[in-house]
């Protein structure tokens, strides 16, 4: 067995193209970092990995009688992860900008808009997401999850900076969070869209969730961009007077809009924008927020807002028989959930129609919100599938329905007879009326008893509207 020195100088003369600890990403020279315990595990993806191109195998049971010199063997490899990582990821990462957002709701929005907007002025950003929808778009990178392991996630960034990308820009979950994938990442700028109940499955209570999110800023951070519609925002701003604001709402906050202008502290900006929810407009302005802080200006033309586009499954519009329309929304939250339905109410004169359900084998606390918002904040309700999964759909119905004590609903289980049954109630309805399909947006699968199926909101409304 090599000592960790003898091992981490065998890594640095081998010329290796990428890493991951997932056998299933290995490409030609990458290098494949076991942490199995099990020897037969182990030796079999470690064997994928060669298969695959694999260079060398870094693992924390011994291989080498098996692999030969092909196996650097380090029982305590673990413990020493960041180590193999500061040679693996042997390129300076501070060629490179990377910009992370969490927040309950809007993460993905405001990545799209800052992706958009670097577009515009031409600079050379990566974009990670795990919508496969946006992932075949310039300079995107998909990631099974929405902010990957550890070991991947240095990949990605290898290989932005191989290609000589100037920012790379990604979303922090709580999860990412708690589970330390982000550790060893320097973050240039953060941002935080918003904060308010969700993932109490696994962090518990609102309180360790809301510990999680707050553990990403630090008061010495010197690039946050806040919105402050939400305590969390407050205090976070409250420890740090060098964080910007934005606000929806607070016309003190650092960027806001006004009228038909954007504020900001490098100027004002002509409000072009084809976005109208104050949601989105907030999201928009946190991207606004962390391209100021990577410029030291706006440096934008007005105009080129006009060409923003939402993320897929975002207030997705479809106009609808005479004068009604139809949404599609990933709002699987109650904030975002009451957030869709106020915009809606604004704008439309006739009456809403909620389709919604909660997703299975995940937060249950936050079902009864759910459907107390819907009732509270739209005509009448449909409550239908989300994505199950391997839960009882009729309890998660019956959580949903437990605060909505006026019994203008209706239950459809199966999500395409929802929809239809949505379809057909609005067609009957007065001009301005509007039907909101929540909850699955992008998604073209749904889980039902563990299995996926093929599924997509938009593709079955299309499929639908011309025959109801």
């Keep these: 067995m090599l000592s960790l020195t003898e091992n ?99 993460k993905s929005s405001t990545a799209f808009f800052l992706h958009q907007l ?19 778009l310039k ?21 932005s900076i191989d290609l000589k990308r100037k920012y790379f ?25 918003s904060f308010s109940k969700d993932h109490l499955d696994y962090h518990k209570n609102l309180r360790g969730y809301r510990k999680a999110k707050k553990s990403f800023f630090s008061p010495l951070d010197e690039n946050n961009i806040v919105s402050i519609d939400n305590d969390l925002g407050k205090e976070i701003y409250s420890e740090n007077k060098t964080t910007l604001t934005v606000s929806v709402n607070n016309k003190a906050a650092d960027l806001y ?35 100021g802080k990577i410029f030291n200006e706006i440096d ?7 060409n923003v586009t939402n993320l897929p499954g975002r207030l997705q519009k479809t106009p609808l028989f005479e004068d009604k329309i139809c949404y599609v929304d990933y709002a699987h939250t109650p904030d975002a959930l009451k957030s869709v339905l106020d915009y809606l109410r604004s704008r439309y004169k006739g009456k809403i129609i909620t389709l919604f359900g909660c997703g299975g084998e995940r937060d249950s606390s936050k079902r009864g919100d ?11 309700q449909i409550i239908t599938n989300d994505n199950p999964r391997n839960e009882d759909p009729k309890k998660i119905v019956s959580q949903i329905i437990e605060e909505m004590h006026l019994k203008n609903f209706d239950i459809i289980f199966d999500r395409k007879e929802a929809i239809s049954e949505g379809l057909k109630r609005l067609k009957k309805l007065e001009p301005d009326s509007v039907l ?20 997509n909101d938009t593709k079955i409304l299309n499929d639908l509207r011309d025959v109801i």
């Design 8 to 106: 981490l100088s065998k890594l640095e003369s081998i010329k290796i193209t990428g890493f991951t600890e997932n056998s299933n990403f290995v490409e030609p020279n990458y290098a494949f970092i076991s942490f199995s315990k099990n020897p037969k595990e182990a030796l079999k993806f470690s064997k994928d990995a060669i298969d695959r191109g694999a260079i060398i195998v870094i693992s924390q049971v011994n291989l080498q009688e098996q692999l030969k010199d092909k196996n650097l063997f380090d029982s305590n490899l673990i413990d020493h992860k960041d180590k193999y990582l500061e040679i693996l990821f042997a390129r300076s990462k501070k060629s490179i900008k990377i910009l992370g957002i969490t927040g309950t709701n809007g």
């Design 118 to 136: 670097l577009s515009f002025k031409d600079s050379n950003s990566t974009l990670l997401t795990n919508m496969p929808e946006v992932s075949n």
């Design 139 to 159: 300079n995107t990178q998909f990631t099974p999850l929405t902010t990957p392991d550890n070991f991947l996630l240095h990949h990605f960034l290898k290989k």
């Design 169 to 193: 820009l990604m979303e922090v979950s709580s999860h990412g969070i708690d589970q330390r994938r982000i550790s060893g990442v320097d973050f240039f700028a953060k941002s935080l869209t």
């Design 257 to 291: 809009l006004d009228n038909n202008l954007i504020n900001t502290p490098w100027g004002n900006l002509k409000n072009l924008l084809p976005i109208e929810s104050k949601f989105m407009i907030s999201n928009f302005l946190c991207a606004l927020g962390l391209y």
């Design 300 to 306: 934008i033309n007005p105009e080129i807002l006009q």
């Design 370 to 380: 759910m459907g107390k918002i819907a009732q509270e904040k739209s005509d009448f």
């Design 436 to 455: 909101l399909i929540a909850g699955k947006g992008h998604e073209n699968f749904q889980i039902l008893r563990g299995e996926e199926i093929e599924f």
